[in-house]
C-alpha cells in the first residue's frame, strides 16, 4: 500500500487532529475519509450524542510529527538492516551480470534496495557497458538510479527497430510564397482585406479558414499552401463543405479521405494573463456590487499557430491539432496531422464496416426470424382448413346415418331426401382434396406470428403472398 497522502488527504488529518473534541465523520469526505481509515492513521466510531465522529490514532499523530507512515519508516530500517546482506549478492561485474540478465530471459528486478546495494547493481551495469561485456546487437537498460525497483533488461536491437513505428513522413513548406500557388490559397490572399491588427477569413466560403495576427498570415498561407498540395498529392480531397448551422450558412475547409471529411482551420493560439479592470468596469462595479465581475483572466494572441478542427471535443479542446511548440515548430508536425487524420479515417470505416456487418446480421436475422412466422402463420392456417374438413366430414356422415336409420323405421320423408343432399354439399370428400391457398402475407396478418419490429426492414412478400426475389439475397435463400 502507498501510505503517502495527496494534498485533500492531509488536510483532513490536520483538520482532525485540530477538533477540540472528536471530528465528526458526517463533515468529511466519504472517500478521502476511507483513505485515511484504510492508512490507519483516523479510527471511527460513535460519540456520546451518537453520532459518527473520527478520531486520530497513534500512526496518525507519527504522520503528522514525522511526515511518514510508521510502517514505512519501519520498512527503511529492515531495508537499511538487510542492505550489506543484499549488497553481498548483487554481481560482482559486468560478465556476471549479463550472465544472469541472461538465465532471467533478459530481465532482473530488485525491489527497492538500499543505497549500498543500489550502488552495486549500477557499478555492475556501468562495468558492462564500459569494458564490453554487452553482446553485439543487444541493449542493456538501466532503471531505478536513484529510487524506487531496480529493473535492468537486456534488450535486443534488431526486435526494438522492429517494434518501433515508421517515421511520420515530413511535408515540405516552401521559404517564400510559391509562384503558382494553390488554387484555394490564391483565393484566400485575395479575400484577405486590409485589416492591420488581425486577418479572419473563417465562415467564407471557397477561401482557407484563418484567423491570425496580420504579421503572421505569410507563414499561415505557405503551410496552407504546403498541407493542401500533400493531401491532394496523397489522393485526398480538399473542397470547402457549406451546410446550415441554425438557420445560418456555415463554411468549412475539409480533408476527405474516402468517405469521411475532416474540417480545419488555421489559428493563432493564446495566452492567459491575468485581467485588468479598466475603469468603466471598476466605475460599473461601484454602482451595482452584484453585476457581473470582469473576467480574472484574458487571452492575448501570443504568435504561436495552430492548425485544428474547428469543433471542440466534451473537454473544450480540438478534436484533433497540431501546433507550434517548444521543440518544433508548426511546419515540422503538418506530417503528423495528416498521419493523424488517416488514422481517424482508417478507424472510422473499420467502425462503418463493422456497423454494416451488424445491420446486415441483424437484417438476416430479421428475415429469418420472419420466415419462420410465415411458415408457422401457414401451418396455423392449414390445420385450421383441416380441422374444419374433418367436422364437415363427420358432419355429412352423422346426417347419412341418421337418413338411413329413418328409413329402415319408416319415417323417411321428404326431409330426409333434402338432408342426404345438404350431406352431399358439406362432405369435403365429394370433390378432390387440394391444398388450400396459403392467408395473405402483410403485415397487419403476421402480427401474432412475428415478434419484433414489422416495419424495421423492407417487407419481401408481395400481395400473393410470395416471397420476392430481390430479398434472396439479403437472407441468401435460407428459410
Known sequence: MKYALNDK???????????????????????????????????????????????????????LKHGKHPKEVEADKQRLKDDPAQAALAPTDGAELVARLRAGQGTVTVPNPGPKTRSCWRAAYYHALHH???????KLRFNGRDKGDVVLKLLDEAALKAAEPPPVPAVEVPDDFPSKPHALVARTRKALGRSRSTVDTRDRPDVVPISVSRHLVERAIRIAHALITEAERRGYEVTTDSSLHRGEATHRLVIRIGAHAYPWEITERTAKVPHEPTPQELR??????????????????????????????????????QSD????????????????????????????????????ARQRNWYKTLRQARSAQI?????????????????????????TAARQSGAATDWTDWAETYAASVDPLATPLNMPPDPPAGQYDLREHFHGDLYAHPWPFDRNGRWTPANEDTDNGRA
Open 379 to 403: 401451418n396455423e392456417h392449414r390445420s385450421a382448413v383441416l380441422a374444419n374438413q374433418v367436422k364437415q366430414w363427420r358432419l355429412a356422415e352423422d346426417i347419412r346415418a341418421f337418413c
Open 325 to 360: 511548440g517548444t521543440r518544433w515548430k508548426l511546419e515540422d508536425r503538418l506530417g503528423h496531422f495528416l498521419h493523424d487524420l488517416e488514422e481517424r479515417a482508417a478507424r472510422a470505416e473499420e467502425q462503418r464496416i463493422a456497423r454494416e456487418r451488424e445491420e446486415q
Open 132 to 138: 564490453g561485456h554487452v553482446p553485439d546487437g543487444c
Open 9 to 63: 488527504q492531509s488536510a483532513l488529518l490536520k483538520q482532525v487532529a485540530a477538533a477540540p473534541k472528536a471530528y465528526e465523520a458526517a463533515t468529511a469526505h466519504s472517500g478521502v475519509l476511507w483513505a485515511l481509515q484504510q492508512r490507519e492513521l483516523v479510527q471511527r466510531g460513535r460519540g456520546p450524542t451518537g453520532r459518527e465522529v473520527v478520531v486520530l490514532t497513534a500512526s496518525g499523530r507519527f504522520y
Open 284 to 321: 460599473n462595479i461601484e454602482k451595482n456590487p452584484w453585476a457581473r465581475k470582469p473576467p480574472k483572466y484574458d487571452h492575448h494572441p501570443d504568435g504561436r499557430l495552430m492548425i485544428a478542427s474547428p469543433h471542440q471535443s466534451p473537454y473544450g479542446n480540438p478534436s484533433y491539432s
